[in-house]
């Protein structure tokens, strides 16, 4: 219904179906004057593209956007910024057999329950194509961000598959870009590669954690009490399909720590507070420290897996259900880039806030 | 900033700090004609009031709530309702030494550098008195819910302490109640119990994992794709002072599963289609299953201990800090109805939104 | 900036620019199941259409409405709907000499002033070619409309050119679609086809107003204080381009009536209460008394003209002014369809507000 | 419902009725360090104040406002500003005998027929009391201005009562704060006093025109396309009880103008660009040109009434009505420091939304 926007000054609409003949996203509130062409976001949405190795989805889409609206003569005019992304691969005829089936998982089930409509072609708008639109927002936010914080780095990788987890001793970030499952660590992607495959002739999926990690954040950003900063992530992450978790710094290891263990003690340093440690994953009463913004956020399994699962179609009677189709074993890899994007939405829309509020009265809070 | 209100169309907007004369909420969007009086919000902040046995802050506030509109002759009018909560006990002396200090784990430091200002009487707008007015809030919600939906029954307990887990296979739902953790295993408020009189005694404190469900709730409430059900709840619990982390159904434990054992089989049930299990939470696609809503957050331990932690004074110049005052050595237990209230309004605003919608052209999907 | 959006519920996104590649709207917030194809959205945009007759610009657009997303096998999905319609005839050379010059009563001056851009390609975002996009909008609003109110019509017209009025005793609803102006006045068709050829060859324009009613609107549809019917109504009429004022039944002239006067008195009729007469343009307190709502709007005069008008350019120096290019000698022609258009729109967003609060605690006020 | 809010970055939620404990308004997004106190804000209320002279009700109000949040030692922390006024002189036995009858021009039959109730103590929430919540929220958004734009000022006057207007060669500012009308034109006070003698002895009302003006206001301000200036300022002013039509400028004259006439022509002045006219009320494609914003608008007569009107019970039965109470025989008069309020809130909203997103990458649009 409705919902289909998230921000509150950097606003994004993401609209279209996993079968439909396009989808894209409305990019309302982007400041004027700011560099882009599609270009820009094209690099994006080539890293999340499907089908770029063997562990994604096979199907074909080459993603490329157009920019219908509000840049002109290489700079953004301040006005709706319309980034359409045409779907070319829709074998729907590989989902001919779904119609009156739930698949276990699926938001088959729930979409039906609420709209009373079931659209044969694939998962609709549920489908996890309806995320290619947030990268090409993101790369909107990234541009602007270039401008207004040249040293914020946002970064994503998994740090999990399935019960394997990276070595933090290995962890090296220029591996991140060299392997398949944007893990910084070698003999991760190595030894996943082969879980991958294993999974894929086992007729089954795997599971994933990744974290997302926001360098160069000045302190201060944040907009209490219902739009934090860790408020506003988390409900950026869980809106990604499949989330089922979301952790920020310590996370819901926090639990078990005491509070003289948890303290993130603060010296003076040359250029502000310094921390001895970031339990807090950067955020303080839902506004940026200045330390790393440290986000994780736990993906389920691929529901559409060709190991038979026992479901009913829509008349209640049973049926088993094996989901044929072009499917991720382990959709955590493409959600990476995803939450790279979503993260760069946030903290753009975080630091424009900032930017409405602040100094009317003299310069803000300054230690030292 | 202007982020001080929650909700679509059950909107809340919560004011007032620590240690001002008084705090409350703005209650926007309840219905009209909905049985409602003081006494049945005062119910769920009794529940809340802190001071009511030794395991949370000596802070004596009697927490009475009166409604200053939207309310006559006991009946919702459908008007703003205004619901206001004097602060009494108001110790700000025991403040007196904070006013320069920046506390590790507090929002101090965060909210100077975003505002600029220091509240010398403590914790001002980030403190957890905030809660009371959310859990009034609740209180409204509830009462709407039990006129639209008379079997959803939402309970809040904590399943873990520190690193002291309870044991599933004790669980029992009267036991919540009767001990001061809101714990459904009499032996595990036995140990806690002794755990708590430790930290106190060693100046230290301790998290916390609560565990909140909404049982009754029928299949197809949630908004796709940016207010779906598990990313409100996700935000709601994350704008929760300390929490750091928050799942749903399986949570971050999903990463480690395959597809196969994540599957939550379905069959036909008499009134519906059945779960075989529960690994979604009762969400997919961010829709509700009808199945049992199952959310998980961790509370970080509380900041405010006696054992000096080292900081910085707003000058920059090295502080120990102990932390005095009256503080909850785990401030995971009063998070408890403070999770309920917030699970009560996200439901109810999910409810209106469907009603706004759905069945404007005929019945929605029917099974079976 | 991030503006873009109108509506609570049903909320419409209009997006490109006057000479761009496209431009559109992405609604959000249709119901799902409600009958709509393309044609349907087509036959408004014929009606607005420029250059159909010798009184409008002789801009060539097809207006051609592509549907991008949300409907499927004839009806609408409950996801966002994306309306396209290409630019074909941009004939930016029109305007290759404006790209320095700042145009009297164009927005020119004050885009460049807030956005320090200027588009020589004509008006971007400011041109009245946005409203095409509100009018595709409004034919979804309409195709919903019909299915929750069958009985709503919603009537746009012409009711003063300049300084000439109709005369309401000729007033012919039926006259309404046969001539170039939507005047419900056969004569004054006639009188202002004269008018309009004398401004032309005067090289001057002229503006007008418009009256749009809606009649078979139940009572009780508005949402008070600050959404109340008619605030939604004068901000939606204000929101098109050249529109200085809006009236509510008397309007302006209710200054000057007395209080026995300006009194809708009432009477019990066969299906419910009956008024007297509709000096409240159908609205009491913001919310609908089931009479026909009417509202009417001032639209300037075109204020691109060929004579001569002082200005100054960019560097400050000054500068005559002659606008060519292929303008309408009258705005408020093409006015009509598109009030009409954010009349659907704003009383779609009404009823489905309606629905979302109402009868929660059972039938709400009956009379008689 | 929960549309009791306005403003994006300044939001002002009102709550309360007439003949509840008290009235208020919560102001969310107020910058932090901005010097404000209760008296500050209550110089506005007393100029709204009833009863200050035979003119108006003779309900007697203080009108005392309470801060209850959001300011520490005379500063705004940038936390909710909580502002109370207790109702004190609520003599609903006044409005004993109308609760089964719907007074013809009032909104008892509407919010009946919407929300099911009848407040039998009067007005409710449809009550002109509820612009004294408006009025301290404006005081706010007042002392933030003040801050912003020390040269803005904001300035409310009537310019018509009943037929009689005022003579613009006689206009006198000073003259505005002497009389009980707030009209420049120390004849048409003299005036007026008699003719709303004369109401008065007639058991009669009369409607009136006010006018609003911002000097002050820089170019550039106001958000297209649907939070333009003139439309936010549209939307404001026609959410004022009684109030029927709005006009910026040239108003709903500009109908009868020709594109010459209506063209504000430009010269470049020392300190930018100048016109040698302000048809347009200071507003361009909904942007501040840097002119004075002129707002209009007309409020009907009182609908409270002693001459019998006719109308009818809850029950459909006939019945005549005649209005007690303590009424004012023209509410225009009290409407001068509500609109001036309002504009104060929506200058301060455009203003804030301004600083968010312009300058990001270097400084905007410089004439000369």
Avoid at 154 to 175: C, K, S, T, W
Avoid at 208 to 227: D, Q, R, S
Avoid at 311 to 320: A, C, F, H, K, Q
Wanted: proline share 6%.
């Amino acid at each position: 219904m409705s919902f289909n926007t998230f921000g509150h000054l950097f606003r994004v609409t993401t609209w279209g179906e996993s079968h439909g003949p396009a989808l894209g996203a409305t990019v309302d509130g982007c400041p004027p004057g700011v560099a882009l062409d599609a270009g820009m976001i094209q690099t994006w949405l080539d890293k999340r593209k499907p089908g770029q190795n063997r562990h994604t989805t096979q199907r074909r889409e080459p993603d490329e956007v157009e920019i219908l609206s509000g840049v002109y003569d290489g700079q953004t005019t301040g006005t709706p910024i319309q980034l359409m992304i045409r779907n070319v691969d829709q074998r729907s005829k590989d989902y001919g057999n779904i119609a009156d089936t739930f698949r276990p998982g699926h938001a088959d089930i729930t979409y039906y329950q609420k709209y009373g409509l079931r659209d044969p072609r694939g998962g609709g708008r549920s489908s996890a194509r309806e995320t290619a639109a947030r990268v090409a927002a993101g790369g909107v936010a990234r541009a602007v961000l270039g401008q207004l914080l040249p040293d914020l780095h946002i970064l994503g990788y998994m740090v999990q598959m399935g019960p394997h987890h990276i070595d933090r001793a290995r962890f090296d970030m220029d591996e991140i870009a060299r392997n398949p499952f944007w893990v910084p660590d070698a003999q991760a992607a190595e030894d996943w590669a082969k879980v991958l495959d294993t999974m894929r002739s086992d007729r089954n999926s795997v599971g994933a954690t990744i974290e997302v990690v926001a360098k160069g954040l000045p302190a201060g950003i944040g907009a209490p009490i219902y739009a934090k900063l860790d408020t506003e992530l988390a409900a950026a992450m869980m809106s990604i399909n499949a989330v089922k978790g979301v952790e920020i710094g310590a996370g819901m290891d926090a639990a078990a720590l005491t509070g003289v263990d948890n303290a993130d003690e603060i010296d003076m340093g040359a250029e502000g507070p310094e921390y001895r440690s970031n339990k807090a994953g950067g955020i303080l009463g839902g506004i940026s420290t200045g330390q790393d913004v440290v986000v994780r956020f736990a993906v389920k399994p691929t529901s559409s897996i060709t190991t038979p699962r026992e479901s009913i179609l829509r008349d209640g009677s049973p049926n088993s259900v094996v989901t044929k189709g072009r499917h991720d074993p382990c959709v955590g890899i493409r959600a990476v880039p995803v939450a790279e994007a979503m993260m760069a939405c946030v903290l753009l829309d975080q630091v424009l806030m900032q930017r409405a509020q602040t100094g009317v009265a003299g310069p803000v809070g300054v230690i030292g």
